[in-house]
């Protein structure tokens, strides 16, 4: 998205945005002239000019309302969170400790409950906002040894159409980006550990390469934005077409890579 001011004078939460694609959520809308505040528990990667890092854990309480408390002294309003903070746990359900079911479940869903509605209590009286979340293929498709990352992302599918449907007359807007394989440590931490390799996403995206970052922060901005002004309680899925395929070979005769030489 080419900077235009879009949220010139806005203020923006993003969570997880000490790395990765909260990273550059935020730098997006950085960029695009908001005011943006992180809570991440952990210390930024490469701290980013501009972006205001709280520390805060999403699964707590009282460390979410200590972080909206935060950013009402220092901002004074709410126009746009993002819940992006995320972890990963990999193991068959029955070998899954309680720690991590309830460790990603926590995180994931009642991360998003938490921050949304502290952004609620602060939008209804402004009679605007916008809300965007990040959930995955994971949790519209089935994936072994996710159960409770792909559990939680359906849960966040979910609760995006259930808030949507009790703020829509107060003008917030709640929607989500269901993201394919994208290029962050997250991934890259499970191709080292073995559990995703990297020939399944050449095999099962059909554009035959990860997403960027800054290609899920460009549709959470757009969702945020004033040019979405009609869309609530949506997932868009980003995934390079991994889940439109149904059959991925091609025979050479119909193959217009082939054919076009
Ligand atoms: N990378 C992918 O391929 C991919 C695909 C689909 C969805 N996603 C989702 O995108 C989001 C970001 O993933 P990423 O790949 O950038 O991961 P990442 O591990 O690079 O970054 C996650 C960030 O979330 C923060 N975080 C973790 N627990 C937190 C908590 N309790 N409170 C606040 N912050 C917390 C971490 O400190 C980190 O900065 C996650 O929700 C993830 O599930 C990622």
Same mark, same amino acid.
């Given at each position: 998205? *080419?900077?235009?001011? #879009? @949220?010139?004078?806005?203020? &923006? $939460? +993003?969570?997880?945005?000490?790395? =990765?694609?909260? /990273? *550059?959520?935020?730098? #997006? @809308?950085?960029?695009?002239? &908001? $005011? +943006?505040?992180?809570?991440?528990? =952990?210390?930024? /990667?490469?701290?980013?000019?501009?972006?205001?890092?709280?520390?805060?854990? +999403?699964?707590?309480?009282?460390?979410?309302?200590?972080?909206?408390?935060?950013?009402?002294?220092?901002?004074?309003?709410?126009? +746009?969170?993002?819940?992006?903070?995320?972890?990963?746990?990999?193991?068959?359900?029955?070998?899954?400790?309680?720690?991590?079911?309830?460790?990603?479940?926590?995180?994931?869903?009642?991360?998003?409950?938490?921050?949304?509605?502290?952004?609620?209590?602060?939008?209804?009286?402004?009679?605007?906002?916008?809300?965007?979340?990040?959930?995955?293929?994971?949790?519209?498709?089935?994936?072994?040894?996710?159960?409770?990352?792909?559990?939680?992302?359906?849960?966040?599918?979910?609760?995006?159409?259930?808030?949507?449907?009790?703020?829509?007359?107060?003008?917030?807007?709640?929607?989500?980006?269901?993201?394919?394989?994208?290029?962050?440590?997250?991934?890259?931490?499970?191709?080292?550990?073995?559990?995703?390799?990297?020939?399944?996403?050449?095999?099962?995206?059909?554009?035959?390469?990860?997403?960027?970052?800054?290609?899920?922060?460009?549709?959470?901005?757009?969702?945020?934005?004033?040019?979405?002004?009609?869309?609530?309680?949506?997932?868009?899925?980003?995934?390079?077409?991994?889940?439109?395929?149904?059959?991925?070979?091609?025979?050479?005769?119909?193959?217009?890579?082939?054919?076009?030489?």
């Amino acid at each position: 998205m *080419a900077a235009d001011g #879009a @949220f010139q004078g806005k203020v &923006a $939460v +993003v969570t997880g945005a000490a790395r =990765g694609i909260g /990273e *550059a959520i935020a730098v #997006a @809308f950085r960029d695009e002239g &908001a $005011v +943006v505040f992180s809570i991440d528990p =952990g210390e930024p /990667e490469t701290p980013q000019a501009g972006i205001r890092y709280l520390a805060g854990d +999403v699964s707590d309480a009282e460390s979410v309302a200590a972080a909206f408390a935060a950013v009402d002294r220092e901002a004074g309003r709410l126009d +746009v969170l993002v819940n992006n903070a995320g972890i990963q746990r990999v193991a068959l359900a029955q070998s899954m400790s309680h720690a991590d079911w309830y460790g990603v479940l926590n995180t994931h869903l009642s991360g998003m409950f938490l921050c949304s509605a502290e952004a609620i209590r602060r939008m209804r009286p402004q009679r605007s906002g916008a809300i965007v979340s990040i959930a995955s293929v994971a949790g519209i498709l089935g994936i072994p040894g996710r159960g409770p990352y792909s559990a939680a992302k359906a849960g966040i599918i979910s609760l995006t159409r259930t808030l949507a449907l009790e703020n829509a007359t107060a003008n917030i807007r709640v929607n989500a980006v269901a993201p394919g394989f994208t290029r962050t440590k997250l991934i890259e931490q499970g191709i080292k550990d073995g559990s995703i390799r990297s020939e399944w996403q050449l095999e099962r995206v059909p554009m035959k390469r990860l997403a960027d970052p800054r290609e899920i922060a460009d549709p959470v901005l757009y969702l945020a934005s004033d040019k979405a002004s009609y869309i609530t309680g949506q997932t868009l899925v980003v995934d390079g077409g991994w889940m439109v395929q149904g059959i991925n070979h091609v025979p050479d005769w119909l193959d217009a890579d082939k054919s076009e030489g």
